[in-house]
């Protein structure tokens, strides 16, 4: 019997190597609790670095105008108060220029979604002459900062009688949205397999159909996301919006135009009111952002 | 009546020729299976079919009518997809009744229609789930059912089974035998497995490179393969093919196997003839060659090199010249590794092949009806 010999061999290893072993062992241990501890240090750093700013913002935009004076600022805001947020509201301009910028952002949305969604499933779906051609032109239109951009960019506008226009800033915000929209929508196209086109198709629709109840069904709360980002891009988005309206100002152009000559109790309350609406939306497309990048939440 | 016709189907990808030149008839309620290995075109072929890829050339026709050009919803096919295609974002009853509600028919009538289909296939306590919350099985299930729901008059088939484990495939297997015996549908049935296709099909078609290689009943395909590579791709163990000599004794065309002349049945003589003083190939069965554990008369020794007990049969590996042949026996005839059997050879069982062509050499047919 060969299979026995082994057995009948000595041990396999003398005192000494097993320690050496269990050495070993506890040394890759420890790596591995360093890696990991040096993983969290750098989430924590990372959150910090982020959320301090907002925190500072919130607590001085709830305490009351003295308290914003004040220095060293308070880590809580006590007295609680609305009086600085109450004061930023009632600012000549505000509340017209935030329901600009909500005007802006939706049409931005709308546009930049009803385009990216038939662009993004030819580009899934589609093997056209220049695809990858348009794959890149899409993209290189990040490439061009808007600041090349903006002076030919108004110059058209008011030739064509388009500028100090609500809508066509959103038009403008829209096409900086456009190459990631198109692009994070055709990679949800292709996530749905083609197979449920095709058994739509056996089953009595239509292409069209086939796309309108099984594909963009599917597809949805990726879109959502990416639309999302749209809206949310385009309610930040202060360049464009200072370049191409005067009267018309949304949200952003109208604090950054007024910041220089008010005080910081303006400021903070601005800050707030600009950070809130975003603070939602990443909080509703969440779990999208993570499915995009693999991360499977319950 | 369904019947389907495909007519000289061509279809390329780019410079790859999938379907060359295919002509096939599948009768009314017929069952048939696409068999070959992957990338032969079978699927391609079934997808010309169904309408989701069409042909180049030829013409496809259901029932009659010319259906190449037409889009899958007015060719009045179901079909059950490799990896089921079963909607996620619907129930299991949405699923089946799909098709129905796209045709309008009205909510009685569907729900009588997914609840009896649902019931053939056991997953009737499901229709409410989603398909996420269901295993490979029954997620298959599903996808019968959506097909057998559709009631079209021709069923198509790509590779239903080859996602599941090999226990619930060799069951789903009888059941769907079963199943669409009942059901009466013309069905093209892909798949690379021989033992699926020999198991299921009326007839299988046999494909290689784009082409058919024969049609035929599953029991002519394996007894009589239309050449070597029919022979070899089906069966298990593959089909033993041992080179011959063909020459002239006593007047009379014999050919020689080692030490073995064999006498070629009458219909087959004439067609040998033209074979003299060349090679041809025996091609024989594993399982339909004598083995004796003594000589005889019209037998040729071997030596056992390997012998594989499989339960119900033993497996001997021996070497005739350079060309190895395995031979099924009882598992309680006597062998041994190293021992010696002889080999008869029923001459009713050889297959004649040539060796250049691959293909079978037919017989003489003046001699089969005289």
């Known amino acids: ?61 709830f305490s009351t105008p003295t308290d914003v004076r004040a220095f060293p600022k308070h880590f809580f805001p006590i007295p609680f108060s609305t009086q600085t947020l109450d004061f930023f509201l009632n600012t000549q301009g505000i509340l017209n220029s935030t329901l600009n910028s909500l005007v802006v952002a939706l049409l931005a949305l709308v546009i930049s979604t009803a385009l990216a969604i038939p662009a993004g499933y030819a580009i899934a779906r589609y093997l056209f002459p220049g695809r990858d051609a348009i794959r ?29 226009k609500v809508h066509s800033l959103a038009m403008m915000h829209a096409a900086l949205t456009l190459p990631t929209t198109i692009l994070v929508v055709a990679s949800v196209f292709t996530s749905v397999p083609r197979e449920f086109e095709e058994a739509a ?70 800050g707030f009111f600009m950070l809130v609406p975003s603070l939602i939306f990443i909080f509703f497309i969440r779990r999208y952002l993570f499915n995009m990048w693999g991360q499977i939440t319950k | 009546m369904a019947e389907i016709v495909i007519e000289n189907a061509v279809k390329r990808f780019g410079k790859f020729v999938a ?66 295609a079963i909607f996620p974002h619907m129930t299991v009853f949405d699923n089946i009744a799909f098709g129905l509600k796209m045709r309008k028919l009205p909510k009685e009538t569907i729900r009588e229609r997914v609840e009896h289909a649902a019931k053939l296939l056991h997953i009737e306590t499901m229709l409410e789930r989603f398909p ?170 071997v030596k056992v090199e390997v012998v594989e007990p499989l339960g119900s049969q033993n497996l001997l590996t021996t070497y005739v010249e350079d060309n190895m042949i395995k031979i099924s026996t009882h598992p309680d005839f006597p062998a041994e590794v190293g021992g010696q059997v002889w080999l008869r050879f029923p001459i009713s069982k050889i297959r004649w092949i040539d060796p250049e062509t691959g293909e079978a050499i037919t017989p003489d047919m003046e001699t089969i009806l005289a």
């Not at chain 1, 890149?136 to 960019?153: C, D, K, Q």
């Not at chain 2, 391609?44 to 180049?56: E, F, I, K, N, P």
């Open chain 2, 132 to 301: 996420g919350a269901m295993s490979g099985g029954q997620r298959q299930r599903v996808a019968v059912a959506r097909a057998i729901a559709y009631d079209a008059k021709v069923l198509l088939m790509d590779e239903p089974l080859s996602n599941l484990d090999a226990l619930l495939r060799l069951e789903m297997r009888a059941e769907l035998k079963a199943l669409l015996a009942r059901l009466g549908a013309t069905t093209v049935y892909v798949t690379h497995d021989q033992i699926e296709a020999l198991s299921m099909g009326d007839r299988i078609a046999v494909m290689r490179n784009g082409k058919i290689l024969q049609v035929d009943s599953p029991t002519r395909v394996y007894d009589l393969p239309a050449n070597q590579f029919v022979g070899s791709f089906i069966g298990n163990p593959p089909m033993n093919f041992l080179r011959g000599q063909v020459r002239r004794e006593d007047g009379a065309v014999k050919v020689k196997i080692g030490t073995l002349l064999i006498a070629p049945p009458e219909e087959m003589r004439a067609a040998l003839d033209s074979y003299e003083g060349r090679h041809v190939y025996i091609g024989i069965r594993a399982e339909n060659m004598e083995t004796l554990d003594r000589p005889a008369d019209d037998t040729l020794p």
């Open chain 1, 1 to 61: 019997m060969t299979g026995r010999t082994y057995e009948q061999s000595k041990p396999l290893m003398t005192p000494a190597q097993t320690a050496a072993l269990d050495a070993q062992r506890s040394r890759a241990k420890l790596g591995h609790n360093l890696r990991r501890g040096g993983t969290y240090a750098l989430a924590i750093i990372l959150a910090i670095w982020i959320l301090l700013p907002i925190w500072l913002i919130t607590t001085m935009a």
């Open chain 1, 136 to 164: 890149l032109g899409i993209l290189s239109v990040r490439a061009f900062p808007i600041v090349v951009l903006a002076v030919p960019l108004a110059v058209v506008f008011i030739r064509l009688g388009m500028f100090d």
């Open chain 1, 201 to 270: 198709q056996i089953f009595g629709c239509t292409r069209m159909q086939a796309f309108w109840r099984v594909v963009l069904p599917l597809a949805v709360p990726g879109i959502a996301a990416a639309a999302i980002l749209t809206f949310v891009l385009s309610w930040n988005e202060v360049f464009a919006a200072i370049l191409l309206t005067i009267t018309n100002r949304t949200l952003p152009a109208q604090i950054l135009y007024t910041l220089d000559k008010s005080g910081d109790p303006f400021k903070f309350a601005g």
């Open chain 2, 19 to 84: 379907i060359d030149d295919v002509s096939l008839t599948i009768h009314d309620q017929e069952f048939v299976v696409l068999l070959g290995p992957s990338g032969c075109g079978k699927t391609t072929l079934l997808r010309a079919v169904a309408g989701l890829g069409m042909v180049d050339s030829g013409r496809v026709l259901i029932g009659g009518k010319d259906v190449t050009y037409l889009p899958p919803k007015e060719r009045q096919i179901s079909m059950v997809f490799q990896n089921y």
